[in-house]
C-alpha cells in the first residue's frame, strides 16, 4: 500500500478515474483531533491545491483570536486516499496550516511542529530520517453512557466481553458464557474472542485508506484490540494515527458498536496504550544500531533514550496528555512509567524489540497513549532524545528484572525516575523544563498547550467530586 497520488495532476487523473464528488480537507487541532472541510470536486482547481483555501482558525481551541482569525489550509496532495464511508465519492487531503499574520508555517499547527522537528534534527547534522511505529491499543463497548452535573456524575460502559455480564439475561439471545475475564484476553480464539470479524474489517478498511497491515488480535482487557501497521517516517506515522483512529471508529460504529483510545475505560483491568518504536537514520544507515552492544544499541541511540528520560515529565504533557492517562500508569497493568531500559522486558518504559537486525534495531517507548496529538508526540520525544544526543545523556539501565514487582522505596533507593503521576505534574514540568523543545515548539504554543490543558482537563478535573470519594469520606 502506500501513496495514492504523487502529482497534483496524478490527482486529478485520480480522481476522474473513482468518480470523486467531494474533496475534504482534513487538519489536526492541538488535542489531535480532525477537523475538515469538504469542496465539490467542481470547485477544486489546481490553484487551490498549489496555494491555499481559507478557514476561521478562531473557531478552533486556543488556535487564533477574533480579531486575527483568517487563516490558511495548504493540501499536501500525496496524501490523499479515497474516504471509505462516505455514501458519494470523497477523496480526502492532509493540510498543514499558515498563519497569513506572520507568513509561515503556523506554530501551532501540530504536523507543522513535527515537519520543524524533522528539520531541526537534518540542520544539526545528525539524522535526516525518522522513522515511527506506534501501537494504538482500543476498546469496543456496546454501550457507553456518562453524566456530569452539578449534583451527579457517573459513567456505565459495557461489553458483551465483559465479566459483569455473567449472569444477565438478554431479551434477543442467550447468554454465552464465553468471556475473557479481568486481564484474560491476550490472545484468545473465538468465541471467547468476540471480535475477530470486526477486526478483519478494520484490517481491510485501513488498507484500503493506504495502510500496510500486519497483524490483528484481542488485547489484555475485556473488550481490548489491537492492529499492527508497518512504520512510517515521522509525518507518515502521524498521518496513519489519524487514519487509524477514523477507521477503528468508523467500522465499530457502523457495526452498532463504539470505540474507544481513551487510556483507562475499565478500573482494574488493562489500559489502552500507544507504545512507539523510534529510531534516526542518515544517508539510509540506522544510527541506532551497533552489533554486539546490549540490545545491537548504538551509543547515539542510548544518549537518545537518555534525553527522552531526563525531560520525560515534560515530554509528558504531549505523550500523556489527559487526565484520564494518569490513571493507565499504574504498577500492574503493563503501563511502565518507571523510566529504566531494558532488551524484551515489557516492564520497562523503553524495551528493545527482540532479534532486530540491523534495520530493525530500535527503541520502544512505551509509556504514550492515544490521548497524544500524534504529531505533538512523535516531535517531543524526538526533541527530547536529540537534546539527549547533544548532551551524551545515558539513562539508568539496563535493568532486566520485573520492575512492577519493585515497591516504591526500592524504585526510590535505585535511583529510578518515574513518570509524573498527574496530567498537572506533567505540565508543571513543562513550565519549568521546555528549552530542549526549541526552536521548533515556539514560546507562544508552549503556553497556549498549558494554559488550555489546565483550563481544558486540570482544573475542571480536580473541582469534581468522584464516586470513589462519596464511597470513602460521605460518612466522616
Same mark, same amino acid.
Given at each position: 500500500?502506500?501513496?495514492?497520488?504523487?502529482?497534483?495532476?496524478?490527482?486529478?487523473?485520480?480522481?476522474?478515474?473513482?468518480?470523486?464528488? /467531494?474533496?475534504?480537507?482534513? /487538519?489536526?487541532?492541538?488535542?489531535?483531533?480532525?477537523?475538515?472541510?469538504?469542496?465539490?470536486?467542481?470547485?477544486?482547481?489546481?490553484?487551490? =491545491?498549489?496555494?491555499?483555501?481559507?478557514?476561521?482558525?478562531?473557531? %478552533?481551541? !486556543?488556535?487564533?483570536?477574533?480579531?486575527?482569525?483568517?487563516? =490558511?489550509? @495548504?493540501?499536501?496532495?500525496?496524501? $490523499?486516499?479515497?474516504?471509505?464511508?462516505?455514501?458519494?465519492?470523497?477523496?480526502?487531503?492532509?493540510?498543514?496550516?499558515?498563519? %497569513?499574520?506572520?507568513?509561515?508555517?503556523?506554530?501551532?499547527?501540530?504536523?507543522? %511542529?513535527?515537519?520543524?522537528?524533522?528539520?531541526?534534527?537534518?540542520?544539526?547534522? %545528525?539524522?535526516?530520517?525518522?522513522?515511527?511505529?506506534?501501537?494504538?491499543?482500543?476498546?469496543?463497548?456496546?454501550?457507553?453512557?456518562?453524566?456530569?452535573?452539578?449534583?451527579?456524575?457517573?459513567?456505565?460502559?459495557?461489553?458483551?466481553?465483559?465479566?459483569?455480564?455473567?449472569?444477565?439475561?438478554?431479551?434477543?439471545?442467550?447468554?454465552?458464557?464465553?468471556?475473557?475475564?479481568?486481564?484474560?484476553?491476550?490472545?484468545?480464539?473465538?468465541?471467547?474472542?468476540?471480535?475477530?470479524?470486526?477486526?478483519?474489517?478494520?484490517?481491510?478498511?485501513?488498507?484500503?485508506?493506504?495502510?500496510?497491515?500486519?497483524?490483528?488480535?484481542?488485547?489484555?482487557?475485556?473488550?481490548?484490540?489491537?492492529?499492527?501497521?508497518?512504520?512510517?517516517?515521522?509525518?507518515?506515522?502521524?498521518?496513519?494515527?489519524?487514519?487509524?483512529?477514523?477507521?477503528?471508529?468508523?467500522?465499530?460504529?457502523?457495526?452498532?458498536?463504539?470505540?474507544?483510545?481513551?487510556?483507562?475505560?475499565?478500573?482494574?483491568?488493562?489500559? &489502552?496504550?500507544?507504545?512507539?518504536?523510534?529510531?534516526?537514520? @542518515?544517508?539510509?544507515?540506522?544510527?541506532?544500531?551497533?552489533?554486539?552492544? #546490549?540490545? &545491537? =544499541?548504538?551509543?547515539?541511540?542510548?544518549?537518545?533514550?537518555?534525553?527522552?528520560?531526563?525531560? $520525560?515529565? !515534560?515530554? !509528558?504533557?504531549?505523550?500523556?496528555?489527559?487526565?484520564?492517562?494518569?490513571?493507565?500508569?499504574?504498577?500492574?497493568?503493563?503501563?511502565?512509567?518507571?523510566?529504566?531500559?531494558?532488551?524484551?522486558?515489557?516492564?520497562?518504559?523503553?524495551?528493545?524489540? #527482540?532479534?532486530?537486525?540491523? @534495520?530493525?534495531?530500535?527503541?520502544?517507548?512505551?509509556?504514550?497513549?492515544?490521548?497524544?496529538?500524534?504529531?505533538?508526540?512523535?516531535?517531543?520525544?524526538?526533541?527530547?532524545?536529540?537534546?539527549?544526543? @547533544? &548532551?551524551?545523556?545515558?539513562?539508568?539501565?539496563?535493568?532486566?528484572?520485573?520492575?512492577?514487582?519493585?515497591?516504591?522505596?526500592?524504585?526510590?533507593?535505585?535511583?529510578?525516575?518515574?513518570?509524573?503521576?498527574?496530567?498537572?505534574?506533567?505540565?508543571?514540568?513543562?513550565?519549568?523544563?521546555?528549552?530542549?523543545?526549541?526552536?521548533?515548539?515556539?514560546?507562544?504554543?508552549?503556553?497556549?498547550?498549558?494554559?488550555?490543558?489546565?483550563?481544558?482537563?486540570?482544573?475542571?478535573?480536580?473541582?469534581?467530586?468522584?464516586?470513589?470519594? /462519596?464511597?470513602?469520606?460521605?460518612?466522616?
Amino acid at each position: 500500500m502506500g501513496k495514492f497520488v504523487n502529482s497534483i495532476e496524478e490527482f486529478f487523473t485520480f480522481c476522474e478515474e473513482n468518480d470523486v464528488q /467531494f474533496v475534504d480537507f482534513r /487538519f489536526t487541532d492541538i488535542k489531535g483531533a480532525w477537523h475538515h472541510v469538504t469542496y465539490r470536486m467542481s470547485a477544486v482547481n489546481a490553484g487551490i =491545491l498549489e496555494n491555499s483555501l481559507p478557514f476561521d482558525g478562531s473557531s %478552533i481551541d !486556543a488556535w487564533q483570536p477574533i480579531n486575527k482569525s483568517d487563516m =490558511l489550509l @495548504k493540501p499536501d496532495v500525496p496524501t $490523499a486516499f479515497l474516504d471509505p464511508f462516505t455514501a458519494d465519492p470523497t477523496i480526502v487531503v492532509f493540510c498543514d496550516v499558515y498563519d %497569513i499574520y506572520k507568513g509561515q508555517a503556523y506554530e501551532k499547527c501540530p504536523r507543522s %511542529i513535527a515537519k520543524r522537528a524533522l528539520a531541526h534534527a537534518d540542520e544539526l547534522g %545528525i539524522a535526516d530520517a525518522a522513522y515511527f511505529g506506534p501501537e494504538n491499543e482500543f476498546f469496543i463497548f456496546d454501550d457507553v453512557r456518562f453524566v456530569d452535573n452539578i449534583n451527579e456524575a457517573g459513567y456505565r460502559v459495557d461489553t458483551e466481553e465483559g465479566e459483569w455480564n455473567s449472569n444477565t439475561k438478554y431479551d434477543d439471545m442467550y447468554n454465552t458464557g464465553h468471556r475473557p475475564g479481568t486481564k484474560g484476553g491476550y490472545f484468545p480464539v473465538a468465541p471467547t474472542d468476540s471480535m475477530v470479524d470486526l477486526r478483519a474489517e478494520m484490517m481491510q478498511v485501513l488498507e484500503q485508506v493506504g495502510l500496510e497491515v500486519v497483524l490483528g488480535h484481542h488485547e489484555v482487557a475485556q473488550g481490548q484490540g489491537e492492529i499492527g501497521i508497518v512504520f512510517s517516517d515521522i509525518i507518515g506515522a502521524a498521518d496513519n494515527v489519524q487514519k487509524y483512529k477514523y477507521v477503528v471508529k468508523m467500522v465499530a460504529h457502523l457495526n452498532g458498536k463504539t470505540a474507544t483510545f481513551m487510556p483507562k475505560p475499565l478500573y482494574g483491568d488493562n489500559g &489502552n496504550g500507544m507504545h512507539v518504536h523510534q529510531s534516526l537514520w @542518515k544517508e539510509g544507515k540506522n544510527l541506532f544500531y551497533k552489533e554486539g552492544e #546490549y540490545g &545491537n =544499541l548504538s551509543e547515539m541511540a542510548l544518549h537518545y533514550v537518555g534525553g527522552i528520560f531526563k525531560h $520525560a515529565r !515534560a515530554v !509528558a504533557a504531549f505523550t500523556n496528555a489527559s487526565t484520564n492517562s494518569y490513571k493507565r500508569l499504574l504498577p500492574g497493568f503493563e503501563a511502565p512509567s518507571i523510566l529504566t531500559y531494558s532488551s524484551q522486558n515489557r516492564s520497562a518504559s523503553c524495551r528493545i524489540p #527482540y532479534g532486530a537486525g540491523e @534495520k530493525a534495531t530500535r527503541v520502544e517507548m512505551r509509556f504514550p497513549d492515544s490521548t497524544a496529538c500524534p504529531y505533538l508526540a512523535f516531535a517531543s520525544m524526538m526533541m527530547a532524545g536529540l537534546d539527549g544526543i @547533544k &548532551n551524551k545523556d545515558i539513562p539508568i539501565g539496563p535493568m532486566d528484572e520485573d520492575l512492577f514487582e519493585l515497591s516504591l522505596d526500592e524504585i526510590r533507593e535505585k535511583g529510578i525516575p518515574q513518570m509524573p503521576h498527574t496530567l498537572r505534574g506533567s505540565l508543571e514540568a513543562l513550565i519549568r523544563d521546555n528549552d530542549f523543545l526549541k526552536p521548533v515548539f515556539t514560546d507562544e504554543f508552549i503556553q497556549a498547550y498549558q494554559h488550555y490543558q489546565f483550563e481544558r482537563q486540570v482544573w475542571p478535573d480536580e473541582g469534581r467530586p468522584t464516586a470513589y470519594e /462519596f464511597k470513602t469520606t460521605y460518612q466522616c
